[in-house]
C-alpha cells in the first residue's frame, strides 16, 4: 500500500534537537491526521486538519506543532521533546464524509533520548 | 469525553479455535469501524457498520454493532496463524469531524 506515505520510517533524536516528519498522500482526501501509538496506550488522535486548516487539537503539548500546506502534505515538527515522546507515529488521512475510513501511513518511530 | 472500550487487551489461542473481542462505548456511536494492525505494521481498515443491529461478514470474521448503537463486537472463526495482531474497533459518535476515538485493541496471537 502507497497510499500515504511516511518519512523517515525510523527516527533518533536527543531531547535538545530539531526534527520534522513528513507525511504525503495520494488518495486525494482532504482531511489528514496524526495519531500517537506507545506501548500503553491506544492510538492518540493528536491534530486533525480539514482542507488545510486545523479542526483538532487534542491538549497536545506545544512541543509538537504540525504544519499542513496542503491537502496533500502533513508535517509534525519536532523540538526539545522528552523521552515519554518516543512513541510510533502514525499519519492518515481520509474522505470529508462520517462514514469515510482513514487510510494510515506506516507510521515514524521515533526514539527520544 | 467519549471513551471505547476494548476486552480482552489480550487473547492467546490454539490455531483453529475460535476468537471474539468486544468494544463498549459511552456514548451512542453514528458508525464503527474495525482495524487490524500486524506486528510492525500499521491499521489498516477491515469494515465499518452504521446501522442498529447490523451484522457483518467477511470469510471467517463476523462483525456485529449493537441495537442501542453502543456496542459492537468481532469473531473469527477456526483462527489461522495469519489472523495474528491487533484488532481496534473505533468509534464516531461527536460532532468534531474526523474525530474517530479508537479502543485499546485486543491483541490475538495464534498458536500453531
Known amino acids: 500500500e502507497t497510499g500515504v506515505t511516511q518519512t523517515p520510517r525510523h527516527l533518533v533524536m536527543g531531547m535538545t534537537n530539531k526534527k520534522s516528519l513528513k507525511c504525503e498522500q495520494h488518495?486525494?482526501?482532504?482531511?489528514m491526521y496524526w495519531y500517537k501509538q506507545s506501548a500503553k496506550k491506544p492510538l492518540e488522535l493528536m491534530f486533525v486538519y480539514n482542507f488545510k486548516e486545523q479542526t483538532e487539537n487534542n491538549s497536545v503539548p506545544s512541543r509538537f506543532s504540525p504544519e499542513c500546506p496542503n491537502s496533500s502534505h502533513l508535517f509534525l515538527h519536532l523540538h526539545t521533546l522528552q523521552p515519554e515522546d518516543s512513541a510510533l507515529y502514525l499519519c492518515?488521512?481520509?474522505?470529508?464524509?462520517?462514514?469515510?475510513?482513514?487510510?494510515f501511513g506506516p507510521g515514524t518511530r521515533l526514539t527520544v533520548l | 469525553g467519549q471513551q471505547v472500550m476494548q476486552i480482552p487487551q489480550y487473547q492467546h489461542v490454539q490455531e483453529g479455535e475460535d476468537f471474539t473481542t468486544y468494544c463498549n462505548s459511552s456514548t451512542t456511536l453514528s458508525n464503527i469501524q474495525w482495524y487490524k494492525q500486524r506486528p510492525g505494521g500499521h491499521p489498516v481498515f477491515l469494515i465499518q457498520l452504521v446501522k442498529s443491529g447490523e451484522v457483518k461478514k467477511q470469510k471467517r470474521l463476523t462483525f456485529q454493532f449493537g441495537e442501542a448503537k453502543k456496542n459492537s463486537s468481532l469473531h473469527i472463526t477456526a483462527t489461522q496463524t495469519t489472523d495474528v495482531g491487533t484488532y481496534f474497533c473505533a468509534g464516531f459518535g461527536g460532532t468534531s469531524y474526523g474525530k474517530l476515538t479508537f479502543g485499546q485493541g485486543t491483541i490475538l496471537t495464534v498458536h500453531p
Open positions: 488518495l486525494g482526501h482532504n482531511a
Open positions: 492518515a488521512s481520509s474522505g470529508l464524509a462520517q462514514t469515510d475510513t482513514q487510510y
